[in-house]
């Protein structure tokens, strides 16, 4: 199991950055995904969430609105959106494949290096 993040950056506060995340080595198109931030000296933050057939994105409240997470099961290949992106954006972004298919259930097995995405003017 491989996952790549990429698509970070620096960019000003009320910019945009996207993300990718490219899968192989497991059946991408039947498990759900997230994409989870690290924060310097913080905790890791859930910040997206998306179904296995990508019908359902699930966000929390401090990002809902700005951010959009889509999935490309063809390509086996996660996006992350970012709009209007202020400086509690910036952190390294994971995307981060469950343990069993549900991002409910049993926490994560396998995520990438990560991505870093700086807000600051």
């Known amino acids: 199991v491989q996952l790549g993040e990429f698509g970070g950056g620096l960019v000003q506060p009320g910019g945009s950055l996207r993300l990718s995340c490219a899968a192989s080595g497991f059946t991408f198109g039947t498990y759900d995904m997230t994409w989870v931030r690290q924060a310097p000296g913080k905790g890791p933050e859930w910040v997206s969430g998306?179904?296995?057939?990508?019908?359902?994105?699930y966000y929390p409240d401090s990002v809902k609105g700005r951010f959009t997470i889509s999935r490309d099961n063809a390509k086996n290949t996660l996006y992350l959106q970012m709009n209007s992106l202020t400086p509690e954006g910036t952190g390294v972004y994971y995307c981060?494949?469950?343990?069993?298919?549900?991002?409910?259930?049993?926490?994560?097995?396998?995520w990438g290096k990560g991505t870093q995405s700086t807000v600051s003017a």
């Open positions: 998306i179904t296995s057939g990508g019908v359902a994105p």
């Open positions: 981060k494949k469950p343990r069993t298919t549900s991002m409910w259930l049993g926490g994560y097995d396998k």
